[in-house]
């Protein structure tokens, strides 16, 4: 997927209180693959459904949408599903982690679906981000920082062209912040891919192509 | 494994249990009540078995009398006629009688035993017998006669004679393959016939041959017509009342009574019928319980649901657990339930093929195919339904 486009649209619970200096709600916006994109927002303006939009949770918007020219109403389920193997990543707000797993049956559950990453890929992720020894634990005993990491890998167990990344790094302190960037930085070097990310001012340890203003 | 391992959560082994229970409840009754019906159609359906189209046989009460020479066992043709006139009759015909010396031999298993014996042969219009098989009939110069016994005979043979004389038991199959000598003597003339028994009946106490053959044979061999001592009596409606009252007042006699035994036939096939309908609910039952309890676990796991789909499982990966989860248990369910029928037939299989002349009492294919077919529509039934269901969570 090369190109992302955003026809105007804006989400219909905040339609009339959305702001008209938005960069991005009634715009007209391509993200293109390779560049990174900074979407800073104030809390209630909508960056959740930004993102619930393009990886088609939610639908309830004005406006087109078009991954390389393609309106996104045409997709069909097994569309998405596609998409969301193989195209975008997302890393939820609230993780969408299973906690009754462990921290690798979770890596596992997604990866075994794209066969993308090598065993050994995520024992190294799980080391560089300092969670080698969580590997078997269950993910419900892992603090909300752990498993902000555990979520940050899973997202890498797919190939992908955007990167999706809402708030992300909230609960964990600035060294770990950096080191996270670092992992993060190089994935998307290696795959050449974008990065999409919502923040509420931070702008972290990125660089950005294009800073939006929500 | 790991999605079973996901969402096995929440599965309520209760639920499953009472499901399979009833489940095996509702399909044993089924599959045994079908079988049971497959099993005694031959006895319903049979033209000579204890449910055959009913046909009366009539005689006249042999009397003190009668022993002596004085009055007649015969029935006239007045009295045919004052039969064949009554309502309750559809028609009739009366035995004809060999009138000439019958002499049959043959021997079993090559020279073990040699039979012969003085034979009388007698018989009615085809029409009021069933006899399936093509060698049951005889054109003038053919030198084979196909025979028809009672099945009480073979029965006498087996269990009666063969025993006390060290001879091997017979089945209805191999005795229709020993070949009979006929010899047939009367009126200065004798002429030999090649014979073998063709069919068995139930209905008929007497050895048959075919109408032609005995018309034949009587103005060949035999000392003119008489008049038929028994005759062969078809009844609109076996069960009407006047029957036994008419018969009785003019002192004829009912040979082996039937008219029971078709009440009793259709009585089995309304139980049969009944006891079928009340497995079909307990099975209907339990489906619905299986279909409750799929809703209620999917929607427990609700949010495991979405959020595997999410991640981009698509749904019928994330189904597939359950729907292995109801196929293992029908299968289950299907191989427990045959083996209770199987068990339970043996039950009865052996006294029906000793009482009824149910001759197949080996392996049977209906309830297991049954069986199958059932299982396999709750089956696509539970699947389809958790596909719909997991469906339904991603909007």
Same mark, same amino acid.
């Given at each position: 997927?090369?190109?992302?486009?955003?026809?105007?649209?804006?989400?219909?619970?905040?339609?009339?209180?959305?702001?008209?200096?938005?960069?991005?709600?009634?715009?007209?916006?391509?993200?293109?693959?390779?560049?990174?994109?900074?979407?800073?927002?104030?809390?209630?303006?909508?960056?959740?459904?930004?993102?619930?939009?393009?990886?088609?949770?939610?639908?309830?918007?004005?406006?087109?949408?078009?991954?390389?020219?393609?309106?996104?109403?045409?997709?069909?389920?097994?569309?998405?599903?596609?998409?969301?193997?193989?195209?975008?990543?997302?890393?939820?707000?609230?993780?969408?982690?299973?906690?009754?797993?462990?921290?690798?049956?979770?890596?596992?559950?997604?990866?075994?679906?794209?066969?993308?990453?090598?065993?050994?890929?995520?024992?190294?992720?799980?080391?560089?981000?300092?969670?080698?020894?969580?590997?078997?634990?269950?993910?419900?005993?892992?603090?909300?920082?752990?498993?902000?990491?555990?979520?940050?890998?899973?997202?890498?167990?797919?190939?992908?062209?955007?990167?999706?990344?809402?708030?992300?790094?909230?609960?964990?302190?600035?060294?770990?912040?950096?080191?996270?960037?670092?992992?993060?930085?190089?994935?998307?070097?290696?795959?050449?891919?974008?990065?999409?990310?919502?923040?509420?001012?931070?702008?972290?340890?990125?660089?950005?192509?294009?800073?939006?203003?929500? | 494994?790991?999605?079973?391992?996901?969402?096995?959560?929440?599965?309520? #082994?209760?639920?499953?249990?009472? *499901?399979?229970?009833?489940?095996?409840? &509702?399909? +044993?009754?089924?599959?045994? $009540? !079908?079988? =049971?019906?497959?099993?005694?159609?031959?006895?319903?359906?049979?033209?000579?078995?204890?449910?055959?189209?009913?046909?009366?046989?009539?005689?006249?009460?042999?009397?003190?009398?009668?022993?002596?020479?004085?009055?007649?066992?015969?029935?006239?043709?007045?009295?045919?006629?004052?039969?064949?006139?009554?309502?309750?009759?559809?028609?009739?015909?009366?035995?004809? #009688?060999?009138?000439?010396?019958? *002499?049959?031999?043959?021997?079993?298993? &090559?020279? +073990?035993?040699?039979?012969? $014996? !003085?034979? =009388?042969?007698?018989?009615?219009?085809?029409?009021?017998?069933?006899?399936?098989?093509?060698?049951?009939?005889?054109?003038?110069?053919?030198?084979?006669?196909?025979?028809?016994?009672?099945?009480?005979?073979?029965?006498?043979?087996?269990?009666?004679?063969?025993?006390?004389?060290?001879?091997?038991?017979?089945?209805?199959?191999?005795?229709?393959?020993?070949?009979?000598?006929?010899?047939?003597?009367?009126?200065?003339?004798?002429?030999?016939?090649?014979?073998?028994?063709?069919?068995?009946?139930?209905?008929?106490?007497?050895?048959?041959?075919?109408?032609?053959?005995?018309?034949?044979?009587?103005?060949?061999?035999?000392?003119?017509?008489?008049?038929?001592?028994?005759?062969?009596?078809?009844?609109?409606?076996?069960?009407?009342?006047?029957?036994?009252?008419?018969?009785?007042?003019?002192?004829?006699?009912?040979?082996?009574?039937?008219?029971?035994?078709?009440?009793?036939?259709?009585?089995?096939?309304?139980?049969?019928?009944?006891?079928?309908?009340?497995?079909?609910?307990?099975?209907?039952?339990?489906?619905?319980?299986?279909?409750?309890?799929?809703?209620?676990?999917?929607?427990?796991?609700?949010?495991?649901?979405?959020?595997?789909?999410?991640?981009?499982?698509?749904?019928?990966?994330?189904?597939?657990?359950?729907?292995?989860?109801?196929?293992?248990?029908?299968?289950?369910?299907?191989?427990?339930?045959?083996?209770?029928?199987?068990?339970?037939?043996?039950?009865?299989?052996?006294?029906?093929?000793?009482?009824?002349?149910?001759?197949?009492?080996?392996?049977?294919?209906?309830?297991?195919?049954?069986?199958?077919?059932?299982?396999?529509?709750?089956?696509?039934?539970?699947?389809?339904?958790?596909?719909?269901?997991?469906?339904?969570?991603?909007?």
């Amino acid at each position: 997927m090369q190109t992302i486009e955003l026809k105007k649209i804006v989400p219909n619970p905040i339609v009339d209180i959305a702001s008209k200096t938005s960069e991005i709600w009634f715009q007209h916006k391509e993200f293109t693959r390779g560049k990174h994109y900074l979407i800073t927002a104030e809390s209630g303006t909508g960056k959740s459904s930004l993102f619930d939009f393009l990886y088609g949770r939610r639908r309830d918007f004005q406006g087109t949408m078009a991954f390389d020219g393609k309106e996104t109403q045409s997709l069909k389920v097994s569309d998405w599903n596609h998409i969301r193997q193989h195209n975008i990543s997302l890393v939820f707000q609230g993780f969408r982690l299973f906690p009754e797993l462990t921290v690798w049956e979770n890596l596992q559950l997604k990866n075994q679906l794209t066969g993308y990453l090598p065993n050994e890929k995520m024992k190294q992720m799980l080391e560089t981000l300092g969670i080698p020894d969580k590997q078997d634990v269950l993910l419900k005993l892992l603090s909300y920082g752990q498993q902000q990491r555990v979520a940050i890998i899973r997202a890498m167990c797919q190939p992908f062209d955007f990167l999706l990344l809402d708030e992300p790094f909230s609960h964990l302190d600035e060294q770990n912040q950096q080191i996270i960037c670092g992992l993060v930085n190089s994935e998307l070097k290696e795959r050449g891919a974008s990065l999409l990310l919502c923040s509420l001012g931070d702008e972290y340890f990125f660089n950005y192509d294009e800073k939006l203003k929500m | 494994m790991l999605l079973w391992r996901l969402l096995r959560k929440n599965i309520v #082994a209760g639920q499953l249990i009472g *499901y399979m229970a009833a489940t095996l409840l &509702g399909l +044993t009754i089924v599959l045994l $009540s !079908l079988q =049971f019906y497959h099993d005694i159609q031959p006895v319903f359906s049979a033209k000579e078995g204890v449910f055959a189209r009913d046909f009366l046989v009539l005689s006249k009460k042999v009397s003190f009398l009668k022993t002596f020479g004085m009055g007649s066992s015969e029935f006239s043709p007045d009295e045919l006629n004052e039969i064949k006139s009554q309502p309750f009759v559809k028609r009739l015909a009366g035995f004809t #009688a060999s009138n000439f010396k019958v *002499y049959a031999s043959t021997n079993i298993s &090559g020279k +073990t035993a040699n039979f012969s $014996s !003085l034979l =009388f042969f007698e018989a009615v219009p085809d029409k009021f017998l069933d006899i399936d098989s093509t060698e049951w009939k005889w054109n003038p110069g053919s030198k084979f006669i196909p025979i028809v016994i009672p099945r009480t005979y073979l029965a006498l043979y087996n269990f009666g004679f063969a025993p006390s004389q060290n001879l091997p038991q017979l089945s209805e199959k191999t005795i229709g393959l020993m070949n009979i000598n006929i010899e047939v003597t009367g009126a200065n003339k004798d002429a030999v016939f090649q014979s073998r028994i063709v069919g068995f009946t139930d209905r008929i106490n007497s050895i048959l041959v075919p109408q032609k053959f005995i018309d034949w044979a009587n103005t060949e061999f035999g000392t003119g017509k008489e008049q038929p001592s028994r005759i062969i009596v078809e009844p609109h409606n076996l069960t009407d009342p006047a029957i036994g009252k008419y018969f009785s007042t003019h002192h004829y006699e009912i040979a082996n009574d039937k008219a029971a035994a078709g009440e009793a036939s259709a009585f089995l096939r309304t139980l049969i019928i009944i006891v079928m309908g009340i497995g079909i609910i307990i099975t209907m039952l339990a489906l619905g319980l299986m279909l409750l309890s799929i809703n209620l676990l999917i929607q427990k796991n609700h949010d495991k649901i979405e959020n595997l789909s999410l991640l981009g499982f698509p749904s019928h990966i994330i189904a597939r657990p359950y729907q292995w989860l109801v196929i293992i248990l029908n299968v289950g369910i299907l191989g427990i339930a045959i083996g209770v029928v199987t068990y339970f037939r043996g039950y009865y299989a052996d006294s029906l093929s000793v009482g009824m002349g149910m001759t197949d009492n080996s392996f049977a294919w209906t309830y297991i195919l049954w069986g199958v077919y059932i299982i396999a529509a709750l089956s696509i039934i539970n699947v389809a339904w958790i596909y719909l269901k997991v469906k339904e969570i991603r909007k």
